[in-house]
């Protein structure tokens, strides 16, 4: 059975959970160098979150034009 897609702002939120996720781990990790690869993932997917959010302003002002 397929799935459903998630909108934008399922994903958007979903973006949200991970990189919280990949901080709670990346502070809970001792070696530095994984820790830090837990903090880069954690970033992408903020930059992720910042991307998809653009997109969505962007959308809803050119629903109001």
């Known amino acids: 059975m ?3 897609p ?6 958007c939120a979903h973006y949200r959970q991970l990189a919280v996720q ?3 781990w990346a502070a809970s990790e001792s070696n530095q160098q994984a820790r830090d690869g837990l903090m880069d993932m954690a ?3 903020d930059r992720l979150v910042i ?4 997109k969505i302003d962007q959308a809803i ?5």
């Not at 998630?6 to 994903?11: N, S």
């Not at 991307?51 to 653009?54: A, V």
């Not at 002002?61 to 034009?65: N, Y």
């Open 2 to 4: 397929a799935q459903t």
């Open 6 to 11: 998630l909108t934008d702002v399922e994903r």
């Open 22 to 24: 990949f901080r709670d």
């Open 43 to 45: 970033l992408q997917y």
């Open 51 to 54: 991307e998809l959010t653009t």
């Open 61 to 65: 002002r050119a629903k109001r034009d």
